[in-house]
């Protein structure tokens, strides 16, 4: 609640303009965020992260839509697109988390995946509206696959300021939440946890707010605030904290 008032006194103190996610603007830059240690940690990190958006024929790379992504795509239809990604998986470290150095729990190292994706952008008079599904497998087979759910609808827009809301949905086979939320009979022994072996499922949902402000033709100051909480199985693994998180993020980027 207090997350969601906060989204709600921002949207109304600030107007905010072309937001990242909901243009197809070429755009190139540094970014802050600060996150969880993983989904389910007490700890907090604060990381560099790009800002980054190119859509070629067919060819693009992007990380304005919640993951690190490069490939390519055909337009099937006004609007409608499918394609091909490979995506950086950031893992999780056990030197970020206080509780995971505690109990010794290893690292999911990071890594990559490969996938397939379909996207529908579409306007509804002047409100820009983003249907997003990708299917992403590790290419470490240990790790499993996932899939996410992405809609945002633009919610603002005056002059140089403009906004815009999300939400999203992963879904986890067994072998990626086991990964991420299971401890195994030896684990439990060499991590004194309980031992836990998650099923396939909803491993979370999210929503909030995008925001952009124009400062001057060519750049574009980008962010988001979101609000994560933890479903099923993953919310009831021994290495979970907390349910809920806040991820924000703010960076400068150069149209191009």
Known sequence: MRFTRTLLAFAAIIPLAAFAELTNDSMIGPGLRSRPAYDGSDSRRTEFVPVIRY???????????GVLEAGARSELAPGLFAGAQLAYEPGRQTSESGFLESHNVANVKRGGSIGLQMEWDHKFGRVPVTLLARARKHLDSDLGAQVDLRASVGILQSGRFGAGLF????????????????????????????????????????????????????????????????????DRSPLVQRSSANYLTAGLAYRF
Do not use: C, M
């Open 55 to 65: 859509f070629g024929h067919p060819w693009f790379v992007r990380s304005t839509q």
């Open 167 to 234: 939400t999203q949905a992963i879904w986890a086979n067994s072998k990626s939440a086991q990964a991420f939320y299971g401890v195994t009979p030896a684990q439990s022994v060499a991590t004194d946890l309980p031992a836990f072996q998650p099923g396939s499922g909803w491993v979370n949902t999210s929503f909030g707010l995008l925001w952009s402000v124009d400062l001057a033709p060519k750049w574009v100051v980008v962010g988001s605030l979101e609000s994560r909480h933890l479903r099923g199985d993953a």
